[in-house]
């Protein structure tokens, strides 16, 4: 299908940002474009569950994130 592009947002040093599909499960529709030099961290979800898991819910939230 085609395929829109729209500028919805500029970030600045220090800002961070993220995939929402991460947490519903779905498939990622976001493309993000640096126009200079950047430093860029992918963190993948068992990492993400991990630090979930030392939270006071017992691990629940963690548990229902899907895997990578």
Avoid at 28 to 48: D, G, K, L, M, N
Wanted: net charge negative; glycine share 8%; charged share 15%.
């Amino acid at each position: 299908g085609l395929t829109q592009s729209a500028k919805i947002l500029t970030l600045y040093e220090g800002a961070m940002f993220g995939e929402m599909s991460f947490l519903s499960g779905g498939k990622a529709c976001a493309t993000v474009v640096a126009e200079v030099e950047s430093e860029v961290w992918q963190i993948r979800a068992p990492a993400v569950e991990s630090s979930l898991a030392s939270l006071p819910l017992n691990g629940t939230c963690a548990k229902s994130l899907p895997r990578c």
